[in-house]
């Protein structure tokens, strides 16, 4: 199950607990290995971010393929995490290390948790390196759905060696990637990372060899100007990926995307996302199974129209309409799908919502489920971060983008 | 990069006044009994508020809002019964005022926000004209935002001085120095000051399109409008649905700006009179011990004593003035410093903060200072 953890429930609720301290504890027992703590050492201040996301919903599904309906309470995308961060000698660089957790999909036991990010990060003011487990740079941004797996098919780049399994497959990775930020909203980053391979390397080391190199070059508009600027982010990347098939020895997939705000107002702002994806794959593939659904060529689109309100300028209603398309070249099968949500803030960190979904992947054979499905999630969502110990400005910050920048 | 070191505020390091006069963006009414414009010479000053880098020990650098940019604001030094001309413009994203604390002048030159004047924004020139009174040590701030914005070092020294100085008829004194404290937690004006610009810019946007309401602003026009707001579902900033209280928790305690080592020094020529004026512009208590001297403790916010007091430790109140005479009579170099000695450390690492010492002109001892970083 490579980086699928089953746990108990006790133990979950042991690793969630521990995960709070992790930041803190992680440094001392590195060192505790070698040596005791010299009590004459730098005490060095650690910034420390914890973060949880509570993300459940009361599903009913309705598919037109001959299944029952069926109701389910979903906790999927509920995610925990840690990050601390400390000052290096040199006065501008910073270092750090971050853990998260997450009920990875809809059909997962309770208990079944996921690390999805374990990595250590340098940032400076023009680079930002990180080595480890996390978020794989084949997204340009999130899409305005419940949960970041419900267009995943089109949203991101598929994970060809994916069994189909999880789609957390296509999210996460370990990954070694180089950001250059040659200013402040500019970037371009370098990326190598192991695709999660149990289909055509089931052996562990081949699993989690380096399988995919790539770049991404985008605009990113800073937090603080995000809802009164035209352009959020703009962004495109090539991935190029090993496939060692007698017939073939690379793919290629490349991406592109643009957020904009078509209202830039702080209390009734529209914006528009356009994402479109190419992934060669294997182009004389014939789709059979699901992972050949991963590996097909295949082209994709998705985008978004949304809606937010802000009374006073704090959250108070948000609504979105996302359309999505794929293509499998060699077949010629369409799939698509339409989301409609809404989401009304309780508090600022608090929402309720509904949500709508119809999917639809005629022709595809049965056993990839049914091929046309509607479903209605009835959404409770929780987000709650906080900073201790606070000491550093972000890299992108308005004082640090605007004012010259510090640490 | 940050603004330059403080030049030590003596008598001769005063902001010059302006040849000219500005064009006000934004009139405001000439004060009662002020002379009509060129009918006198008004003494005019310009202040410019900007956002800067101020480095407050080598290597520590933080975002402050300073005039004219510096930190501490340029010292303007008049004579008593002038009429003063003060132009000034905000240059930086988020809302000021200037008040001119301890000065006698009309209300709407005073420079409480939505009290005597609006705010000033973004762009515009606000003229503060007045006469100057009382005599004696006073200071000016912004009064707008004043908790995160006297801690961003938006505050100066203003020195009305009379011709027959009733302090230097008794004390003669030559030299004249202004220290004015202050502290900081520069983590949270940092965080402070990225929300508020980016909140004015969020706002920006509404006011551009006429869309601002005064709720939005979180602006009333009295309480019992707020109380009625609150019932039909208004939200205030202070609920804890919308912040996450804390108190700025100061870390550096700075004189004229710097915190020791890199504090100035008080250069004295011994059997002379100097005069230190104190200026508490900051929001914690400050108790200057001074050793190897008595001083003569001769003025409270502005106003002389009825007597000089003798002592060796000075006790400086938030938003209080103090001035002190010091005979030089015995040579060597002696240490002043905040005797809360939680106000002497630099990020929590002793020695530090408000701490200076007296240097003798012309003294050579056996020992001389030297600079430690870590007791």
């Known amino acids: 199950m490579g980086r699928i953890l089953r746990l108990s429930r006790w133990t979950s609720k042991a690793f969630a607990g521990a995960l709070v301290v992790g930041g803190v504890a992680f440094s001392h027992s590195a060192r505790a290995q070698e040596e005791p703590p010299d009590p004459a050492a730098p005490t060095p201040a650690v910034q420390l971010d914890v973060g949880l996301r509570a993300v459940t919903s009361v599903n009913g599904t309705t598919s037109y393929g001959g299944s029952k309906p069926l109701g389910r309470i979903d906790f999927s995308d509920t995610y925990a995490y840690a990050r601390g961060r400390t000052p290096l000698f040199s006065p501008n660089d910073r270092a750090g290390a971050l853990l998260a957790i997450t009920f990875p999909d809809e059909y997962y036991e309770p208990g079944t948790l996921l690390v999805a990010e374990a990595n250590a990060f340098y940032e400076s003011k023009w680079l930002t390196v990180r080595v480890g487990r996390g978020r794989n740079r084949s997204l340009i941004f999130p899409l305005p759905t419940l949960r970041d797996d419900d267009l995943i098919r089109w949203s991101d780049v598929q994970n060809p060696f994916s069994s189909g399994k999880s789609t957390a497959d296509h999210q996460f990775v370990n990954t070694a990637d180089v950001t250059i930020w040659p200013t402040p909203r500019l970037f371009a980053d370098v990326h190598v990372e192991n695709l999660p391979n149990f289909i055509l390397r089931p052996d562990a080391l081949g699993a989690f060899a380096i399988n995919s190199y790539g770049t991404t070059v985008g605009y990113r508009q800073i937090p603080a100007l995000a809802r009164t600027s035209i352009v959020r982010k703009i962004g495109m990347g090539v991935n190029v990926y090993r496939l060692d098939l007698p017939s073939q020895d690379f793919g290629f997939d490349a991406l592109a995307g643009a957020w904009m705000n078509l209202v830039p107002d702080p209390v009734h702002g529209v914006d528009w996302r356009l994402q479109a994806i190419y992934n060669r794959g294997t182009p004389s593939l014939i789709l059979q199974t699901v992972n050949d659904t991963f590996r097909a060529e295949q082209a994709s689109i998705v985008s978004s129209l949304g809606y937010s309100y802000r009374r006073e300028m704090l959250p108070t209603f948000r609504a979105n309409l996302v359309g999505a398309y794929k293509r499998y070249v060699r077949d010629g099968i369409d799939q698509y799908s339409i989301v409609a949500n809404g989401f009304y803030a309780l508090g600022a960190t608090t929402e309720i919502g509904v949500q709508y979904q119809f999917r639809s992947r005629p022709r595809i054979p049965e056993s990839f489920g049914d091929s046309v499905a509607s479903s209605i999630k009835l959404a409770f969502v929780i987000a709650l971060d906080t900073t201790t110990n606070r000491i550093f400005d972000e890299r992108d910050s308005l004082l640090n983008t605007e004012s010259g920048y510090l640490p | ?375």
Request: proline share 8%.
């Open chain 2, 1 to 375: 990069m940050g603004s330059m070191p403080m030049p030590l505020a003596r008598s001769g390091d005063s902001m010059p006044a302006t040849k000219a006069g500005m064009v006000m963006a934004h009139p405001a009414p000439l004060p009662r009994g002020a002379p009509p414009v060129g009918s006198v010479l008004y003494k005019k000053f310009s202040l410019e508020l900007k956002v800067v880098q101020h480095e407050i020990l080598p290597g520590y650098v933080v975002h402050m809002m300073a005039y004219n940019g510096q930190v501490p604001a340029p010292t303007i030094r008049v004579n008593e019964g002038d009429w003063v001309w003060v132009d000034f413009t905000n240059a930086s994203d988020e809302m000021h005022t200037i008040h001119w604390h301890g000065l006698i002048l009309d209300y709407r030159h005073d420079g409480v926000p939505y009290v005597t004047q609006d705010p000033i924004m973004r762009g515009q020139t606000y003229s503060y004209v007045f006469q100057a009174k009382p005599y004696g040590t006073h200071f000016y701030h912004c009064h707008f935002g004043t908790s995160l914005h006297m801690q961003a070092g938006m505050y100066g020294a203003f020195i009305v001085e009379r011709a027959a100085d009733p302090i230097r008829e008794k004390f003669p004194y030559t030299q004249d120095y202004v220290y004015v404290l202050s502290s900081i937690d520069p983590i949270s004006v940092q965080e402070q000051m990225n929300a508020m610009f980016a909140r004015m810019r969020q706002r920006d946007v509404l006011m551009k399109r006429g869309a601002l309401d005064l709720r939005t602003q979180n602006r009333f026009a009295d309480l019992k409008a707020l109380v009625k707001a609150v019932a039909k579902g208004y939200v205030p900033p202070y609920l804890r649905s919308r912040t996450s209280p804390r108190l700025p928790e100061p870390t550096f305690f700075l004189m004229n700006g710097r915190a020791a080592p890199a504090t100035e020094p008080i250069r004295v020529k011994e059997g002379e009179w100097t005069r230190i004026r104190f200026i508490n512009a900051g929001n914690v208590w400050h108790s200057l011990h001074m050793h190897g001297h008595d001083f003569q403790h001769v003025c409270s916010d502005g106003s002389p004593l009825p007597a000089p007091v003798r002592g060796n430790t000075l006790i400086l109140a938030p938003g209080k003035t103090e001035d002190i005479v010091l005979l030089a009579d015995n040579p060597g170099f002696w240490a002043v410093h905040d005797h809360d000695v939680t106000r002497t450390v630099n990020n929590g690492v002793y020695p530090g903060g408000a701490v200076t010492h007296i240097e003798y002109e012309g003294f050579n001892g056996t020992y001389t200072p030297s600079i430690s970083l870590d007791e």
